[in-house]
């Protein structure tokens, strides 16, 4: 057996690896997400596992396990000999794919015992029914936009094994980004979320918080509600923010946030509601981010102040250059903000604008097809919640609303009152330091190597025994090309 190779964490490792430690034995963990894809066609399980041994190979990052070093700072370790995780469930007439899709979207991660992908084949031998390939990961190691780019790579994949070809290589280098990460310094950053969200303060329970959420239980019920836009709409959106020289995101956003401050009871020109917002963390400064698997995402605080009697076009161009000119400092996440600002938990919502998702049929040798036909994806936000909203005062006034009566009371400290940006050891966990490494050839850095304290093993009695053991691959070197790639828009 080698020795793991050491990498340094992102922000948002470090705070899901923070929750992990305060979430409680059987307590449901909302950073697990999950894809479900239908294969059309015949399925061959032999080959569809030796694609997926091949894809982890090539990504060595989805081999990562997270732990925390002797300085108890958090620490992701990848190892050769991790074996895949996919077992086959023959589907029987009537089984619902869903439904157990479901119970293996229950079943629980441990991060120290990778690996952190699972992969369910429900396999429907009829003819002229589709099978089901479901995958489930942890946050940790993927994120949204990297699933369509996981999907198609294991169609490549299993069209090489089923050609007798050798295995693709990944695109681009993960460990190329994590290098990025921790060459920025943290004084412009640092420096940037001060200035932009300094003298915050905390207001009273809004009236629209007071609602009781809690469940039979007394946990607090995750609850969905859509609401489906027509495309008229979407056009007539999308020509005026091209017109006023914005996108619709920044729409977007500037409507959730002018909806908290309504909400909460913020006048124009009194403040804003503070809010995090989803970023893809993709720079351009990295070559081939964009097509790279892996966990790039994380959030940023974002506000939209209203000055009184502006425009609505013009509060929504204050905020898109607000955005813009956030964007160096955005690979901070919240951890960066908060840690500029000295302070925790300031959001207690989170809003997310995300490209809609193409149904493409990825051909997978032969007559089959891939499609990604459906994700689940959470998160531990507790909106509404008994929580206030944030805003920061103005012209050093004190801010206050008045808090309801029967108002709950501000929940107790514990695995809801930690946020992916924050850290359950604060004193001693710190983001931006050098990362370790046991061989020349990781992300970047150098110095002596630490081996990560992992936790005991908790899946191995249930793990299918692999037929076949992974070709350990070195990782390639981290030195970035001068080339840049085109990241995603604002």
Do not use: K
């Not at 050491?6 to 999950?34: I, K, S």
């Not at 080959?47 to 060595?60: F, I, K, N, S, Y």
């Not at 081996?451 to 908790?458: G, M, Y």
């Amino acid at each position: 057996m080698t020795q793991p190779l050491l990498w340094p964490v992102t922000p948002l490792q470090a705070g899901l690896v923070a929750l992990a430690q305060l979430r409680e034995p059987g307590e449901v963990d909302p950073y697990v997400g999950q894809s479900l894809l239908r294969i059309d066609g015949p399925a061959d399980p032999a080959a569809l596992e030796r694609a997926v041994e091949t894809l982890t190979e090539a990504h060595p990052n989805l081999r990562a396990g997270f732990g925390m070093d002797l300085d108890v700072d958090p620490v992701q370790f990848v190892a050769d000999d991790v074996p895949v995780d996919l077992r086959v469930h023959p589907l029987a007439p009537g089984e619902d794919p869903r439904a157990l899709a479901a119970a293996e979207l229950a079943e629980p991660f441990d991060l120290g015992d990778p690996p952190l992908v699972r992969w369910l084949l429900l396999h429907d031998e009829r003819p002229d029914e589709p099978s089901w390939l479901v995958l489930t990961a942890h946050h940790a190691v993927l994120d949204g936009w990297s699933m369509p780019l996981l999907v198609a790579a294991l169609a490549e994949h299993h069209r090489a094994v089923l050609a007798g070809a050798p295995a693709p290589a990944a695109a681009a280098d993960y460990s190329r980004f994590l290098a990025w990460v921790g060459a920025q310094p943290a004084a412009a950053a640092d420096a940037h979320w001060a200035g932009r969200f300094g003298g915050l303060e905390l207001t009273g329970t809004a009236p629209w918080l007071g609602r009781d959420l809690a469940d039979a239980t007394g946990e607090s019920a995750p609850r969905r509600t859509s609401l489906r836009v027509d495309g008229d709409t979407v056009a007539r959106l999308r020509e005026q923010a091209a017109a006023v020289g914005t996108t619709p995101a920044a729409v977007a956003r500037a409507a959730w946030g002018l909806t908290l401050d309504h909400l909460a009871g913020i006048a124009p020109g009194r403040g804003a509601a503070v809010f995090a917002t989803t970023v893809s963390g993709r720079p351009e400064e990295v070559p081939d981010a964009d097509v790279m698997i892996g966990l790039f995402a994380d959030a940023v605080l974002t506000e939209v102040p209203a000055t009184p009697g502006a425009p609505l076009a013009d509060v929504v161009r204050a905020h898109h250059d607000d955005w813009l000119a956030s964007l160096p400092y955005q690979h901070t996440g919240l951890r960066g903000c908060y840690r500029a600002l000295g302070r925790e938990e300031l959001a207690t919502s989170l809003f997310s604008f995300e490209a809609p998702r193409e149904d493409v049929a990825h051909p997978l040798g032969g007559s089959s097809t891939f499609t990604l036909a459906a994700t689940v994806d959470r998160s531990h936000y507790p909106w509404p919640s008994p929580w206030s909203p944030v805003r920061r005062a103005s012209r050093g006034s004190s801010t206050s609303s008045t808090t309801p009566r029967g108002s709950p009371p501000r929940p107790p400290t514990g695995p809801r009152a930690c946020s992916p940006g924050c850290s359950a050891r604060s004193p001693t966990t710190r983001t931006g330091h050098s990362p370790r490494s046991t061989r020349s050839t990781t992300p970047s850095g150098s110095g002596s190597a630490r081996s990560p304290r992992r936790p005991p093993t908790s899946r191995a009695a249930r793990r299918r025994p692999c037929s076949r053991t992974p070709t350990p691959r070195p990782s390639p070197p981290t030195r970035a090309a001068s080339r840049s790639s085109s990241g995603p828009g604002a």
